[in-house]
Antibody
Framework: QVQLQQSGAELVRPGTSVKVSCKAS????????IEWVKQRPGQGLEWIGVINPGSGGTNYNEKFKGKATLTADKSSSTAYMQLSSLTSDDSAVYFC??????????WGQGTSVTVSS | DIQMTQSPASLSVSVGETVTITCRAS??????LAWYQQKQGKSPQLLVYAATNLADGVPSRFSGSGSGTQYSLKINSLQSEDFGSYYCQHFWGTPYTFGGGTKLEIK
């Protein structure tokens, strides 16, 4: 069965970076894009960007350019999102999701990132 | 960017009732619309894609409709497990955007 397993919760200092992982299983990793979505506490969903694990090609929401960097490792079927220069505005739950022609058919369980000194 | 306006923001209903949630896009999205359900503390789950197609395993009491800029999600005979938040999302080009969400609560 398709699964996306994300890394655990992070507590990080302002100004630092964090890297969230998303390990895929149950399907051919390079055949589907991986999307990343942000959800602040009690708020809605915000699209960060997408990566093609096969080619490494990326497409970002303008709002997250310079903030998020998406990568993928085909050998381990794992997608990554690095967030840099963290502020309190980056405190949120981050989800990875499998893209099935634009809609997201399978989601990871989410990774909570808390930015606090 | 395409804006997705979802209504209502919240809804208080009883088990067995029928509800309709609407989503309006700021431009024609040609049925490139999905609906998701999210329970508290969980990840979103796909309900409907391409405006009218039920995702695998989704009960038939859910249905999606619409075209152009106006879309709806209808839930017939609400069950207790249907309570939570619902979001629409367009995928007519990036950046993808979501509606603001509808919180469905028990009356």
């Amino acid at each position: 069965q398709v699964q996306l397993q994300q890394s655990g919760a992070e507590l990080v200092r302002p100004g630092t970076s964090v890297k969230v992982s998303c390990k895929a299983s149950g399907y051919a990793f390079t055949n589907y894009l991986i999307e990343w979505v942000k959800q602040r506490p009690g708020q809605g969903l915000e699209w960060i960007g997408v990566i093609n694990p096969g080619s490494g090609g990326t497409n970002y929401n303008e709002k997250f350019k310079g903030k998020a960097t998406l990568t993928a490792d085909k050998s381990s079927s794992t997608a990554y999102m690095q967030l840099s220069s963290l502020t309190s505005d980056d405190s949120a739950v981050y989800f990875c999701a499998r893209d099935s022609s634009g809609y997201m058919d399978y989601w990871g369980q989410g990774t909570s990132v808390t930015v606090s000194s | 960017d395409i804006q997705m306006t979802q209504s209502p923001a919240s809804l208080s209903v009883s088990v067995g009732e029928t509800v309709t949630i609407t989503c309006r896009a700021s431009e024609n999205i040609y049925s490139n619309l999905a609906w998701y359900q999210q329970k508290q503390g969980k990840s979103p789950q796909l309900l409907v894609y391409a405006a009218t197609n039920l995702a695998d395993g989704v009960p038939s009491r859910f249905s999606g409709s619409g075209s152009g800029t106006q879309y709806s999600l209808k839930i017939n005979s609400l069950q207790s497990e249907d309570f939570g938040s619902y979001y629409c999302q367009h995928f007519w080009g990036t950046p993808y955007t979501f509606g603001g969400g509808t919180k469905l609560e028990i009356k």
